[in-house]
């Protein structure tokens, strides 16, 4: 079956810009979890949607938001660019949102800010 | 308390060597301690995983050893092979009321020489 699709793979963008990212869950998967990761600061969580709802939330600024469409397809939104939001953009699928095994990830949208 | 503490930082050891990467974490709520392993472009993959109920888990040639009491795990990689050179994160999860997070170790990169 089908793996997490992310889109697109790489983007460059321009501070103070904004830019949407997608996420495809695994289909049957209603749960969707979006990553951030640098070389800095590692793998950090910013927020997971079930049923598309909002159900947890990372420590990360309102400039980071996203939504969940009635398929379970996720998009996350930076606004207001910065340098430091260069990182890899991870989305993870799971069947439910509270079994802890399952974790699926895409390959990952490369944002680069300059 | 949400901080998984990974070791070492990179590791490199021969062909048909063993590698092992240690975790520790604080959080007792934590339920279930997942391995990544992570190729360059690439999301992280599913390698192995464990229940705070049970002391060893092996797969292969890999095996998970779990010490409760400790709060410490620990990913053994027997035979190490070249293939195995990757990037290999520790991770934990636990219900917070109805959701769930991963949280990331640091990751360990790992070179097998051939």
């Known amino acids: 079956k089908a793996g997490v699709t992310q889109t697109p793979r790489y983007l460059i963008k321009t501070r103070g810009q904004q830019v949407t990212l997608s996420c495809s869950p695994i289909?049957?998967?209603?749960?969707v979890s979006w990553y951030q990761q640098t070389p800095g600061q590692g793998l950090q969580f910013l927020f997971e949607?079930?049923?598309?709802?909002?159900?947890n939330k990372g420590n990360f600024p309102g400039r980071f938001s996203g939504r969940q469409f009635s398929n379970s397809r996720s998009e996350m939104n930076v606004s207001t660019l910065e340098l430091g939001d260069s990182a890899l953009y991870l989305c993870?699928?799971?069947?439910?949102?509270?079994?802890?095994?399952?974790?699926?990830f895409g390959s990952g949208t490369r944002l680069t800010v300059v | 308390q949400q901080q998984v503490k990974q070791s070492p930082q990179s590791l490199i050891v021969q062909k048909g060597g063993i590698s092992i990467i240690n975790c520790a974490y604080e959080?007792?709520?934590?339920?279930?301690f997942p391995w990544y392993q992570q190729f360059p472009g690439k999301g992280p993959a599913l390698l192995i995983a464990?229940?705070?109920?049970?002391s060893e888990k092996k797969e292969g040639r890999f095996t998970i050893s779990f010490n409760k009491s400790a709060k410490q795990f620990s990913l053994h990689i027997m035979d190490s092979q070249p293939g195995d050179s990757a990037t290999y994160f520790c991770?934990?999860?636990?219900?917070?009321?109805?959701?769930?997070?991963?949280?990331f170790g640091s990751g360990t990169q790992l070179t097998v020489l051939p």
């Open positions: 949607y079930f049923s598309e709802t909002q159900r």
């Open positions: 289909s049957g998967h209603r749960s």
């Open positions: 991770a934990a999860t636990g219900l917070s009321g109805s959701a769930r997070q991963l949280t």
């Open positions: 464990i229940r705070p109920d049970v």
């Open positions: 959080n007792t709520a934590f339920d279930y």
């Open positions: 993870a699928s799971r069947i439910t949102g509270t079994e802890a095994r399952g974790y699926t």
